[in-house]
Structure formats: C-alpha cells, structure tokens
C-alpha cells in the first residue's frame, strides 16, 4: 500500500492518484524521500503549477486536475529498503541503492545526481533554469529537517520588499 505524506505528516496519496504505480515498483516496507513536483512547458518544476493540485479532497476534483496539471514524483534519497533501514548509512551508499532499485518510469523519476563542486553545480542549476539545489555530504546520515551536511542553496537569492515612502530628490536630479 501507497502513503504519501508530507514533511509535517499530511497525508497526500489521495490528492496524487497518477503516482500509485510507486507501490510497484519497490519492495513491502520500503521508505523513500523525494518531492512531488508540476512541470511546466519547459519542463522545469513549477510550484504555481503545483499550487493547483494541492488541498484537493473530491475524488472528481482530484481526477480533473491530475489531467490538467499532472506531477512526477523526483526521488532523491532511500531510508528503508524492504524493512532494512538505511538513515545510518551514508547518502552515497542509500543513493546507490535508490539508483539500483528504481529506474524512472513514467511519473515515478529518479533524477541524476550531480557530483562535483558547488559552484558547477549552481552554474548548471542556473542553466537549467532551476530554483536551486541540495547540495548533501556524501559520507553524511539521513536526518530529517535541515542540518549542515545538507545545504538548500537558491539560485537567485531576493528579496520581496514593500515601499512604504520616498523622498524626492531636492537637487533637480
């Protein structure tokens, strides 16, 4: 059986039907960490897209947006694998793993892994037009929640600010 459930523990299968073809492609008892995303015409993650499927609960409401905005599921990392845990057991090792259990098939991918320097890995982000990247030591055990062996490193940083007053220039500018 499919659970989809976010990191604050909302269970999510019902809204993503197009993703229950997961259950068999892995073993009983198996725990994956990856991110439900909506591509845009580009085919790059869009989380305005993604807006449109969430905090749906009709069933004829979930079926008309999963044929309008349907999602991938990008895999990233394999904490249990047939009832074996792997979180002690460091990111290179679960990600060989992740890699040689799945292949990415149809909304189910598993996304290359880039293996470089930060600064390659920005570039390429940049490139492809990505929001950002995780950059994960390899050694480093899976913890949830942030911590410093995994680094969310946005491509553009900004900032949405408000103006709320201006002064004229008094010198004729």
Not at 32 to 44: P, S, Y
Not at 120 to 129: H, I, K, P, V
Not at 137 to 159: F, M, N
């Amino acid at each position: 059986q499919l659970h989809l459930t976010s990191r604050n523990g909302i269970d999510l299968t019902r809204t993503y039907p197009e993703l229950a073809s997961l259950v068999d492609l892995v073993p009983d008892s198996t725990v994956l960490d990856g991110e439900i995303v909506a591509m845009n015409k580009a085919g790059r993650p869009d989380f305005g897209l993604l807006q449109k499927r969430m905090n749906l609960t009709k069933k004829a409401e979930v079926d008309a947006a999963a044929a309008a905005t349907p999602v991938q599921l990008l895999l990233f990392d394999l904490l249990e694998e047939g009832g074996d845990p792997l979180t002690d057991r460091p990111y290179s090792e679960r990600r060989e793993r992740l890699e040689a259990l799945l292949k990415s098939e149809g909304p189910i991918q598993v996304p290359p892994a880039f293996e470089g320097t930060v600064g390659a890995a920005m570039t390429t982000s940049r490139t492809l037009g990505l929001e950002g990247i995780i950059a994960k030591r390899l050694q480093s055990p899976y913890r949830s929640g942030r911590h410093a062996d995994w680094l969310k490193i946005k491509t553009d940083i900004r900032t949405d600010a408000d103006i709320i007053g201006f002064m004229p220039s008094t010198k004729g500018e």
